[in-house]
């Protein structure tokens, strides 16, 4: 099992950036794909972004696309959301995930991730 720890949320005005880490712990990092995803109060949570676990691969949905980038650095055990140009649409509480399924690699469904963090406040005022 994998333990998920995000941080780096906060304040920011509109067109301001923040990056979000996600550090994780217990088993192998590599054996897990990877995602973000984002819950505004009211709203459904949203797949936001994925990676494939060599890093090699990534998937940004359509309204972050060209302004959030997912990495990960698998000797540091930490996934990253870079958010560049931020939109007061885009303030929710993010949640990094993970899962092992067998014969997946670009996940981009809710519910084939396993394990999740607590989530980290991001607020952008206009």
């Known amino acids: 099992q994998v333990q998920l720890a995000e941080s780096g949320g906060g304040l920011v005005q509109a067109g301001g950036s923040l990056r979000l880490s996600c550090a994780a712990s217990g088993r192998t990092f590599s054996r897990y794909y990877m995602g973000w995803l984002r819950q505004a109060p009211g709203k459904e949570r949203e797949f936001v972004a994925a990676?494939?676990?060599?890093?090699?691969?990534?998937y940004h949905v359509d309204s972050v696309k060209g302004r959030f980038t997912i990495s990960r650095d698998n000797a540091k055990n930490t996934v990253y959301l870079q958010m560049n140009s931020l939109k007061p649409e885009d303030t929710a509480v993010y949640y990094c995930?993970?899962?092992?399924?067998?014969?997946?690699?670009?996940?981009?469904?809710?519910?084939?991730?396993?394990?999740w963090g607590q989530g980290t406040q991001v607020t952008v005022s206009s």
């Open positions: 995930a993970a899962g092992d399924l067998p014969g997946r690699a670009l996940v981009v469904r809710n519910d084939e991730y396993e394990y």
């Open positions: 990676i494939t676990k060599s890093g090699a691969s990534t």
